[in-house]
């Protein structure tokens, strides 16, 4: 039994190795792969009660050459650790500025478009100039662009989080608070900044009917929503029971699998004009 025991130990050590030297690996491949386009991006729709599309949200995918598909889950948080996530959030911005331009902007109803923000972005030294360049350079609609970010982003350094904000408000351009309910959320927060949309996380959507306290949380945060006079959305909507509660309780906005999965821009073009 010892003998087995120290075996297993130094199987989880080799694990916690590999482990360590992927996460290595992505970092250093986050740049060769921004030189070699490996990353695309992908649009969810968000849409009302009647499932018609009101906006789409911009989510990065990577297919690296070496290291297969991968997931942002997995690259994002080590794009933070490791200094890389300015770098593929200009190039977020500028790709999705520039699909605007081409596409979005020019729909008979123009719709909005959200991209993730990192909470590192916030504390960027003029970052909200950098992002009016890209919309000069496109010739963007400020006031289509939403920018999604996380509690804990503005958490880290209210100073620095207020003043982008305040920038980017004053650009003409919407803020989404993402993730609600999950992180160490102050609700103070949302009378302090500027916040156009909160999103329920899918955690909230996915619980909707299992007990009646998981449904009351649901209804308390579109109630408080109301109140605040603050848009709701809901994300991972997947089955017609949760996207009828949502809709009775007056949850406008909704995205999930659903309605639409993450979807290339031409695959998203040729799914606006099926469901049109
Ligand atoms: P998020 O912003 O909360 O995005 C929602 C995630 O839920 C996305 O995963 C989306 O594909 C997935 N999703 C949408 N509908 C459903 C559904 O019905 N069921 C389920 N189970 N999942 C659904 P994804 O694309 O893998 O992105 C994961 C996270 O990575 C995002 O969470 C966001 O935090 C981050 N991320 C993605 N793109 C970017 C980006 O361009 N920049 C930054 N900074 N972060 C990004
Ligand atoms: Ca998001
Ligand atoms: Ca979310
Ligand atoms: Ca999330």
């Known amino acids: ?18 482990e360590h030297q992927r996460k290595i690996d992505i970092a250093n491949a986050i740049e060769p792969a921004l030189e070699r386009n490996e990353f695309y991006i992908c649009y969810q ?3 009302n009660g009647d499932g018609h599309p009101r906006g789409v949200e911009a989510l990065i995918r990577w297919e690296s050459s070496v290291l297969g598909m991968v997931p942002p889950s997995d690259f994002i948080p080590i794009a933070e650790r490791s200094g890389k996530i300015s770098m593929l959030t200009d190039w977020v911005v500028e790709t999705v500025c520039r699909d605007v331009a081409d596409y979005f902007q020019h729909l008979p109803e123009p719709i909005l478009v959200s991209l993730n923000l990192s909470a590192y972005d916030l504390k960027r030294y003029q970052f909200s100039d950098f992002i009016r360049s ?4 496109y010739e963007v609609r400020p006031d289509l662009i939403e920018f999604e970010v996380t509690e804990h982003a503005y958490l880290d350094n209210l100073d620095m989080a207020s003043r982008f904000f305040n920038d980017i408000s004053e650009l003409g351009c ?8 999950t992180g160490y959320s102050s609700l103070s927060y949302l009378t302090r900044i500027p916040i156009d949309l909160i999103k329920i996380d899918k955690q909230f959507v996915e619980n909707i009917g ?13 109630e408080m929503a109301k109140r605040l006079g603050i848009e709701l959305c809901a994300e991972g909507v997947e089955t017609q029971a949760q996207r009828s509660f949502l809709k009775i309780h007056g949850c406008n906005l909704m995205q999930g699998y659903l309605f639409a999965r993450p979807l290339p821009l031409e695959a998203l073009k040729a799914h606006f004009s099926d469901v049109a």
Do not use: H, W
Request: charged share 30%; glycine share 4%.
């Open 210 to 222: 299992l007990t009646a306290r998981d449904d009351a949380l649901v209804l308390t945060i579109i």
């Open 1 to 18: 039994a010892k003998k087995e025991g120290k075996s297993r130990y130094c199987f989880f050590q080799e694990n916690m190795l590999i």
């Open 174 to 181: 919407r803020v989404a608070l993402d993730d609600f309910g």
């Open 134 to 137: 890209v919309f000069n350079k």
């Open 45 to 47: 729709p968000k849409v």
